[in-house]
Structure formats: C-alpha cells, structure tokens
C-alpha cells in the first residue's frame, strides 16, 4: 500500500509538470447539432504534383510525450546555407518515467541523421525549445524554457551549437536570459515558449538574433488567457561565437499587447506569430478573437516594426468576421434555425481555432503570410463542433499598400478564391444559389476538418498548419494534416470504415509566391487506400513540421525535409485532455523531391491572379425591404455598381463615383432610379471598375 501511494504521489507529481506549460484555449460555446449528408470537395482542374521519397521516414528518438514536440508557432528543423545539413530541436521523453528533456538532431546533406542528444546536462524538466540558424557561420542558436519551483515557475535559456568549428554537438553551456529580473509589466509575468529569428543588425558585420516569448499569466479579470510578448534582441559576430559570449541583450515589450494581457480597453486574445526578413523587418501577424459582447470584435492584424526591432511597433488591423447568408432549404424554410426559439440563426465566418501557424515573408519580403481555418460561427459567438465546418485560408498582409486579404484554399477554393469573401460550402460556384439537397429537401455542404483529431476539446490543441518557401524561385509549400475521413468514420458513414484512427498528411505547394496552389498532395497509412504511401504503413504521423527552406535541386524540383511524431496510439497521451493511450512513439525524419515544373504560375495565360478589386455577396439574402452590397479596392478607382432584373434591363445605379482603396458598403432598399419599389424575384447586380479592367455579377433574391 505504501508504494501504491508514493507512486501516487510521483505520478500526480509528474503530471502537474506536465500539465503546467500548455497553450490555454478561448473557446467558443458548442452547439448541438442535427446530421447532414457527408460531401467531400473534389477538383479535377489543379495540377497534383509528383513526388518522390529522398530519405524514408528515419527514425530519430523514441518519446513518450506525444504533445507539440516542435513547439507551437515556428519551425524546429532548419536548413543551414546552402542546404549543407539540418539541425532539429525538439523535447521528448525517452521512457514513460524519465523527465522532458530538449534534445536535438543533426542531419547532413545526405539525410543521415549523425547526432541526436540532449543539449543541456542537468536533468530537469524542459520543453518548448526554438532554433535559428547563423546564415554566416551555420550555428544554430536555440531557446527553451525550463520547469522551475520558487519565485518564478518556469526560466528561458539560451545557447549555441559551435559547428563552424568543424562539427554538430559543440554547445555552449546554456545560460539563462529571461527570468524575474527583467522588467515587465507585472511582477508575476512568467513568459515562456520562447522563440528563435536569426537576421540582420544595423550594426556592420554583425547578425542579430531575436528570442520572443509569450506570457502564460493573463491579467484579464475574467482570467481568460492573452499572451503579451517579450521581445530580447542581440547583436553578435563570429568572434563573439568564438568567445562563447552570452552576448548582450536588450528587452522591450509591445504596449497594445500588454494593454490586451489586462483587458484594457476590453479582453482580448492575440493568436499569432513572429518574423524576420532579411531586411530588418520584424513582425507579429495573426488574428484576435474577443469574448462575447465585445465592442472590437476579432479582428486580423499585424504589429510591423521596420528598424530591426528597435522602437515601437505599429498596429494594423481590420475586422475578420464575414456575414454570411442562411441557405434556404427546398421549402424556402431557413437551414439553421435555434431549436429553443424557432428563429433562423445568424451566422458568419471567423478564424477558429487555427493558433499553431508561422508566419513567412514572401515575393522578396513585400508580403507576410500565414496559413488558417476560417469557420462557420454561429452569433454572437458559437459554433457547431460536431458540423465539419471549417476551411482553409491563406491570410496574406501587403506591407506597400497596407491592406489585408485572404485566400480561399486548395480545400475549398471557390470560382475565385483571390475575391476577399469566403466561399460558401454550399455554394461552391458561388451563384447564391444552394448546390444540393438531401433527400428531405435540406441544404447540404461540403465538409472540411483540417485538423487531425476529433474531439472538439482537444482542436484547440491539436491544429498545425505551416508555410515554408524557397524566396529564390518563388517557391511556397503548405502542410497540414487532415482528419475529415476520421470524422466521417466516427459519425458512422460506413464509406470510411477503417478511418477512426487515421489521418491524412497534406501539402500544396506554388510556384508564382503563393498567388496559385496545387491541388494537395495526400499521403496516409491507410493499406487499401489511392494515397496510400508505403513509407508511412504503420506509422500514425502527427506534428507535421516543414523544414524553414525548399532545397532547390535543379530541373524545376525541390527538397522538402519534414520533422514529425509517430504515435503508437491514437490521440494525445500527453495533452491535457489526455486522449490515448501512454505507449509512447517516435519521432522521425523525412524528406520528400517536390516537382515544381508543371505548375500554374502568374507568369502563364491560364492563372488566377489576384484582382485589383473585390465584389462580395449580399447580406441578407434573401432580403426584405433592404440588402447591404460591400466591396473592396486594392487602389483608387472609379466604381459603377449597377442593378438588373432577369431581362437584362438595368433598374437602378448604386454607386457611380471615385473611390479610394478599402473596403466600402452600400446599401439597396429594393426600388429603383426613380425611388419605386420594385417586385419581388431575382436580381444581378454589376460592379465595374475603371470602365471595365474589372467586372463581377453577383446574384440576390428580394422576398415580399
């Protein structure tokens, strides 16, 4: 009996440090929800590219903590110049006892994996580790945070591999930079999770390296979690390497962030990531989500620096939540309706649950990107979990001309999916009119869930979409693991028997900086399936993570190298929700020969190329008296927005006037030029731009 409750104690013990350094979720109130018929998107007009394995999934270490083990918001395998090796941090606990250690892994050119250890020697609990690379000396720097008791609960350290020396694993010890000694708004503030950019200084002849960590203490009075940042900068040579310097750091924090971490002017949460260019640019992007009955709302932004981190960081940001319409079912009824007040629901589109995404700069570091969900919400601020209802986008901010924009995705893309509105999953060629109907006359819709687990609680945890690039050739890849054939598996769709504990890894990749995408590379481990990969049989890979950089290889072809976990039990033992079992797994590397050549680029006749301009669906619709018609402009313009009866004939002129670049809205009663109501039916309305460079039509139904 004694040791039944000494083990016990070590296990409550070890699952309080365990439990004690994850990303806290925001979430939204689930709703309950009726079954729908299960409809898979499918295009046949984009390109799948080839690919061939260079180096078969190899395995690196056995770990028994299966949660983020490259961390949450960067990358942890990173090419050094030239494509000369890789190095790969990661933590990981080799048996089900033993303590979370950060380790990390060399690979040369040749994919051969030479080196895999800890990097510290002290036997303490660790985790959450970043890496960048020196472009000069092909030293890795590297942050993690430590599990400590006492004042403060967790210390950041620092340290770096002297491989310019002649070879991997020549670490400096690691030394301490952020703990309770470096002011911050709060004398409580514990920022953890650090992570590692390595870019240019102002100073000559010298690099800087940037370590950013969040705060894992909200100050909000409800007590819901926003993570300001610290943000420790550094300046150092190849001399300072030689000296094994602990350099000399400067701190600063963002104020808005900091106002957010205490709820002024209201409680807000940050979701997003950070960024160097090789030009001194240093960024946040990502998107805030509110609570209900906010007066801000959720919205995309950025905080952009210019001057290497130096000096303030400016505030960019626009709404991010889309209204959209309520499908009419065969009988006219609406699709979704409250099931305690009859009334038809309000919905709309928001980013959910997609806060484990890096940010990249692309097409010569004039635009920051990232990859995320957008789902459908129910106001004021609800959702469906058990309705697959979330899709892909690709989140782009111009830094030239200060504007925003997203793209539909390769999952769902629409007819336009440069035209800054979401496309509607049931109306994907986007005609305002309902694609299909079940059998009993209700609105159906193509489902997507790229997200590789399936109980709601744990999405938070479980989502992971990452950018990588190769600047040079206007190289893009994006990676995400997809979990909709195991849904539809558990909802007990006998077509995907054989799902339940299956995911798919998927990549799209784009030759012209992300404007135009491949259909996606599908790869599972499922024996009787068409993307069926060999290399895979067996494995249950997870925590996809794309090296920082495509290796070009000439011909059009490039390398891919992908750090992942395979987990010997479905679901995540480690997570907080602790789903599966406690088997451990291991974590692998790959690298996959990506061709290029055969897709569209901006440069060919047949691309979609982003529009000067932007014409979105009516809302409501169908409407009665009136309907609100937004649009937006990449410049300046003269705008003509016109309306027309099914004959043809034009009832009334909306908008005929200059206009600036923006977003814009205007709003029809249902009456025409001379201020007469007009009859109920179906209605076009036109916008032109510039008498003609660009034009949209777009449907509505006027109801009486």
Same mark, same amino acid.
């Given at each position: 009996?004694?040791?039944?409750?000494?083990?016990?104690?070590?296990l409550?013990?070890?699952?309080?440090?365990?439990?004690?350094?994850?990303?806290?979720?925001?979430?939204?109130?689930?709703?309950?929800?009726?079954?729908?018929?299960?409809?898979?998107?499918?295009?046949?007009?984009?390109?799948?590219?080839?690919?061939?394995?260079?180096?078969?999934?190899?395995?690196i270490?056995?770990?028994f903590?299966?949660?983020?083990p490259?961390?949450?918001?960067?990358?942890?395998?990173?090419?050094?110049?030239?494509?000369?090796?890789?190095?790969?941090?990661?933590?990981?606990?080799?048996?089900?006892?033993?303590?979370?250690?950060?380790?990390?892994?060399?690979?040369?050119?040749?994919?051969t994996?030479?080196?895999?250890?800890?990097i510290?020697?002290d036997?303490?609990?660790?985790?959450?580790?970043?890496?960048?690379i020196?472009?000069?000396?092909?030293?890795?720097?590297? #942050?993690?945070?430590?599990?400590?008791?006492?004042?403060?609960?967790? *210390?950041? %350290? &620092?340290?770096? @591999?002297? !491989?310019?020396? $002649?070879?991997?694993?020549?670490?400096?010890?690691?030394?301490?930079?952020?703990d309770?000694n470096?002011?911050?708004?709060?004398?409580?503030?514990?920022?953890?999770?650090?992570?590692?950019f390595?870019?240019?200084?102002?100073?000559?002849?010298m690099?800087?390296?940037?370590?950013?960590?969040?705060?894992?203490?909200?100050?909000?009075?409800?007590?819901?979690?926003s993570?300001?940042?610290?943000?420790?900068?550094?300046?150092f040579n190849?001399?300072?390497?030689?000296?094994?310097?602990?350099?000399?750091?400067?701190?600063?924090?963002?104020?808005?962030?900091?106002?957010?971490?205490?709820?002024?002017?209201?409680?807000?949460?940050?979701?997003?990531?950070?960024?160097?260019?090789?030009?001194?640019?240093?960024?946040?992007?990502?998107? #805030?989500?509110?609570?209900?009955?906010?007066?801000?709302?959720?919205? *995309?932004? %950025? &905080?952009?620096? @210019?001057? !290497?981190?130096? $000096?303030?960081?400016?505030?960019?940001?626009?709404?991010?939540?889309?209204?959209?319409?309520?499908?009419?079912?065969?009988?006219?009824?609406?699709?979704?309706?409250?099931?305690?007040?009859?009334?038809?629901?309000?919905?709309y589109?928001?980013?959910?649950?997609?806060?484990?995404?890096?940010?990249?700069?692309?097409d010569?570091?004039?635009?920051?990107m990232?990859?995320?969900?957008?789902?459908?919400?129910?106001?004021?601020?609800?959702?469906?979990?058990?309705?697959?209802?979330?899709?892909?986008?690709?989140?782009?901010?111009?830094?030239?001309?200060?504007?925003?924009?997203?793209?539909?995705?390769?999952?769902?893309?629409?007819?336009?999916?440069?035209?800054?509105?979401?496309?509607l999953?049931?109306?994907?060629?986007?005609d305002?009119i309902v694609?299909?109907?079940?059998?009993?006359?209700?609105?159906?819709?193509?489902?997507?869930?790229?997200?590789?687990?399936?109980?709601?609680?744990?999405?938070f945890?479980?989502?992971?979409?990452?950018l990588?690039?190769?600047?040079?050739?206007?190289?893009?890849?994006?990676?995400?693991?997809?979990?909709?054939?195991c849904?539809?598996?558990?909802?007990?769709?006998?077509?995907?028997?054989?799902?339940?504990?299956?995911?798919?890894?998927?990549?799209?990749?784009?030759?012209?900086?992300?404007?135009?995408?491949?259909?996606?590379i599908?790869?599972?481990?499922?024996?009787?399936?068409?993307?069926?990969?060999?290399?895979?049989d067996?494995?249950?890979?997870?925590?996809?993570?794309?090296a920082?950089?495509?290796?070009?290889?000439?011909?059009g072809?490039?390398?891919?190298?992908?750090?992942?976990?395979?987990?010997?039990?479905f679901?995540?033992f480690?997570?907080?929700?602790?789903?599966?079992?406690?088997?451990?797994?291991?974590?692998?590397?790959?690298?996959?020969?990506?061709?290029?050549?055969?897709?569209?680029?901006s440069?060919?006749?047949?691309?979609?190329?982003?529009?000067?301009?932007?014409?979105?669906?009516?809302?409501?619709?169908?409407?009665?008296?009136?309907?609100?018609?937004?649009?937006s402009?990449?410049?300046?313009?003269?705008?003509?927005?016109?309306?027309?009866?099914?004959?043809g004939?034009?009832?009334?002129?909306?908008?005929?006037?200059?206009?600036?670049?923006?977003?814009?809205?205007?709003?029809w009663?249902?009456?025409?030029?001379?201020?007469?109501a007009?009859s109920?039916?179906?209605?076009?309305?036109?916008?032109?731009i510039?008498?003609?460079?660009?034009?949209s039509?777009?449907?509505?139904?006027l109801?009486?």
């Amino acid at each position: 009996m004694r040791k039944f409750v000494l083990f016990f104690i070590v296990l409550i013990f070890t699952i309080s440090l365990m439990a004690d350094d994850f990303m806290k979720p925001l979430l939204r109130e689930g709703i309950e929800a009726d079954s729908s018929p299960n409809r898979v998107y499918e295009n046949t007009q984009r390109i799948i590219p080839d690919y061939n394995f260079i180096t078969d999934p190899s395995f690196i270490i056995s770990s028994f903590y299966d949660y983020m083990p490259g961390s949450y918001n960067s990358l942890p395998i990173q090419v050094q110049p030239d494509g000369d090796g890789l190095y790969v941090v990661f933590h990981g606990r080799e048996t089900a006892a033993s303590t979370r250690r950060v380790y990390y892994a060399y690979i040369d050119g040749e994919g051969t994996i030479t080196n895999v250890a800890t990097i510290s020697t002290d036997d303490i609990h660790e985790g959450y580790a970043g890496i960048g690379i020196d472009p000069v000396t092909s030293d890795p720097m590297v #942050s993690w945070h430590d599990v400590q008791t006492g004042a403060i609960a967790h *210390l950041d %350290v &620092f340290t770096y @591999d002297l !491989y310019h020396l $002649g070879s991997a694993g020549l670490w400096k010890a690691p030394f301490t930079i952020i703990d309770e000694n470096i002011p911050t708004p709060y004398a409580d503030d514990d920022f953890i999770w650090p992570y590692v950019f390595v870019g240019p200084s102002p100073n000559p002849d010298m690099r800087r390296v940037y370590v950013v960590a969040n705060n894992y203490i909200s100050h909000q009075p409800s007590g819901n979690p926003s993570e300001n940042v610290l943000i420790g900068y550094a300046d150092f040579n190849e001399n300072d390497l030689n000296m094994q310097s602990e350099l000399s750091w400067t701190f600063n924090t963002i104020p808005i962030l900091d106002g957010w971490n205490s709820g002024d002017p209201e409680e807000t949460r940050p979701n997003q990531a950070f960024n160097v260019s090789q030009d001194g640019k240093v960024v946040y992007m990502g998107y #805030s989500s509110a609570p209900e009955g906010s007066t801000i709302g959720d919205r *995309l932004y %950025v &905080f952009y620096n @210019d001057n !290497y981190g130096e $000096g303030d960081y400016e505030y960019i940001s626009v709404p991010v939540d889309y209204d959209i319409e309520n499908p009419l079912n065969q009988d006219g009824t609406p699709r979704f309706v409250d099931p305690d007040t009859g009334e038809p629901m309000e919905l709309y589109m928001e980013p959910y649950l997609c806060n484990h995404m890096n940010t990249i700069f692309a097409d010569n570091d004039s635009k920051i990107m990232f990859l995320g969900n957008m789902n459908i919400m129910i106001r004021p601020a609800s959702w469906w979990p058990d309705r697959m209802m979330m899709y892909l986008k690709l989140y782009t901010y111009d830094i030239a001309t200060q504007t925003f924009s997203f793209q539909d995705f390769v999952d769902l893309p629409g007819v336009n999916p440069h035209d800054d509105t979401p496309v509607l999953p049931w109306d994907i060629d986007e005609d305002g009119i309902v694609d299909e109907f079940d059998d009993e006359g209700y609105v159906t819709w193509i489902s997507g869930h790229p997200i590789y687990f399936n109980v709601s609680d744990d999405m938070f945890h479980e989502n992971n979409t990452k950018l990588t690039k190769n600047e040079e050739n206007g190289w893009m890849a994006a990676m995400w693991q997809d979990g909709l054939k195991c849904r539809f598996a558990l909802d007990g769709d006998p077509l995907y028997a054989g799902w339940e504990e299956k995911a798919e890894i998927k990549i799209a990749l784009s030759a012209d900086n992300g404007v135009n995408w491949s259909e996606p590379i599908t790869m599972n481990a499922k024996t009787d399936d068409d993307n069926y990969v060999p290399q895979l049989d067996g494995m249950m890979p997870c925590y996809i993570y794309p090296a920082n950089k495509i290796i070009d290889l000439g011909d059009g072809h490039g390398k891919l190298d992908i750090f992942f976990y395979d987990d010997f039990s479905f679901g995540s033992f480690s997570s907080p929700n602790a789903h599966g079992q406690n088997l451990g797994g291991e974590l692998m590397y790959m690298s996959l020969d990506l061709d290029f050549s055969e897709l569209i680029s901006s440069n060919d006749d047949n691309t979609i190329v982003p529009n000067i301009a932007s014409l979105h669906q009516n809302f409501p619709n169908p409407f009665n008296p009136s309907t609100e018609i937004r649009y937006s402009l990449q410049e300046d313009a003269e705008v003509n927005i016109n309306i027309y009866n099914v004959k043809g004939q034009k009832v009334k002129t909306l908008v005929n006037e200059h206009a600036t670049i923006g977003n814009h809205s205007v709003l029809w009663n249902g009456d025409n030029d001379s201020k007469e109501a007009v009859s109920s039916g179906v209605y076009f309305y036109e916008m032109k731009i510039d008498g003609g460079e660009y034009s949209s039509i777009k449907k509505m139904l006027l109801l009486k």
